[in-house]
């Protein structure tokens, strides 16, 4: 039985996984429209050259432009495509007048290869406080802050890579707003997955997660009116990829994006309960998070080498998780996790066997 109303219809669109597929996070399932509107594609390019076969398709590319767009909050014209979420950060930071040495304010939650890329830039990375156990910016806080102090902009992971928390990303935007601080929001996680018309100034992520989109293409979006000047250069990017996340991202509107966002959470919501309170596991999310993203803290004593020998395991039995090192995340602590990210099909039995698994491997 799936979890969600949509799962039946999300499901007939795809190929028949020979897994139980709960790894969104690393790269969800294309459709086969989406799958098709690829190779369809990369067909006309040989058959016409690329650059003409791209011409002939500049009516499709716009609207596939202007679709992610749409879920993105941004005008088409403002979006721009670059192989991966790091890219287009690359991009992003490439183009973006700064000062030396600038001061960046982050969530906790910030992905470690984000941090790599201030770092190599000499950025000074300041970590914001938060406001529960969970991990949530306190926003409260962060607005006392700014009274004192603006940093040169403030970088949010919406979702981060090892953890299903949410970032109040719109209350963030609007007190850095008042201070006359530029947001910038990283939707790696996000797009396709939660709300993500943010007002932020400029904003990124990839087609392959939540959204279901190829592999290698990411995209990048800066209001014209940031707080902040900021020019992303045109970049050589993959077309047919492009009509990819095109395909994907329309999918997303044709069943509703509210609707997709508030099912999503149901199934976050019924893959926690469901794992809540096994062996000693502990679900590290409050159990209504709006998100399909759960991670699991693994039993006490347990280190990396143990947690990517219980996903191997689950693989082996067919189950598609992720173990989650620290790497993702390095400011929120040593604790390596269990990451499990059912997309819409997700099925009751499965994650009855995922529960299974978990508890004959705890103690
Ligand atoms: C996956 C991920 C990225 C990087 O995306 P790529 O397309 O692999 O570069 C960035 N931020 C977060 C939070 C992610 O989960």
């Keep these: 039985m799936y979890c969600s109303e949509l799962g039946e219809q999300w499901h007939a669109a795809r190929v028949e996984p020979s897994l139980a597929h709960l790894d969104a996070a690393s790269a969800g399932r294309s459709s086969h429209a989406t799958i098709d509107a690829i190779t369809a594609h990369l067909h006309r390019e040989a058959e016409r050259g690329a650059y003409v076969a791209a011409d002939d398709r500049a009516v499709d590319l716009e609207a596939s ?3 992610l767009a749409s879920l993105i909050g941004h005008r088409p014209e403002e979006v721009s495509y670059r192989d991966s979420a790091r890219a287009a950060l690359r991009g992003l930071l490439n183009g973006w007048t700064l000062p030396m040495s600038p001061i960046v304010w982050v969530g906790k939650n910030e992905f470690g290869p984000n941090l790599a890329e201030f770092e190599r830039r000499d950025f000074a990375v300041r970590s914001l406080p938060e406001s529960d156990v969970y991990g949530h910016i306190d926003v409260d806080a962060l607005e006392n802050m700014l009274q004192f102090e603006q940093p040169d902009f403030i970088h949010v992971c919406h979702i981060g890579s090892a953890s299903g ?9 609007a007190v850095a707003h008042d201070a006359g601080v530029p947001v910038v929001v990283d939707m790696a996680q996000s797009v396709g997955h939660v709300p993500t018309v943010t007002g932020a100034d400029a904003v990124y992520g990839t087609a392959r997660k939540w959204l279901t989109g190829p592999r290698g293409i990411g995209f990048v979006a800066v209001r014209p009116d940031a707080r902040a000047t900021i020019d992303v250069f045109f970049s050589e990017s993959f077309i047919a990829g492009q009509l990819g996340i095109g395909q994907a991202a329309s999918e997303v509107v044709e069943l509703g994006p509210d609707r997709v966002y508030s099912e999503l959470a149901t199934i976050g919501r019924i893959t926690r309960e469901r794992l809540h309170g096994i062996g ?27 947690l990517h020998a219980a996903k191997a395991r689950l693989l082996e039995s067919g189950i598609l998780v992720t173990a989650a090192d620290t790497w993702r995340a390095p400011l929120a602590g040593d604790q390596p996790v269990l990451r499990v990210t059912p997309h819409l099909d997700v099925r009751r039995e499965q994650l009855d066997d995922l529960a299974n698994a978990i508890r004959t491997m705890g103690y």
């Excluded at 596991?281 to 990396?304: F, I, K, Q, R, Y």
């Design 165 to 173: 928390v949410v970032q109040p990303v719109e209350q963030i935007v």
């Design 280 to 306: 000693s596991w502990e679900v590290l999310e409050p159990l209504d998070e709006p998100s399909a993203m759960v991670t699991l803290a693994p039993p006490p004593g347990w280190g990396s080498s143990d």
């Design 65 to 67: 432009r202007a679709v």
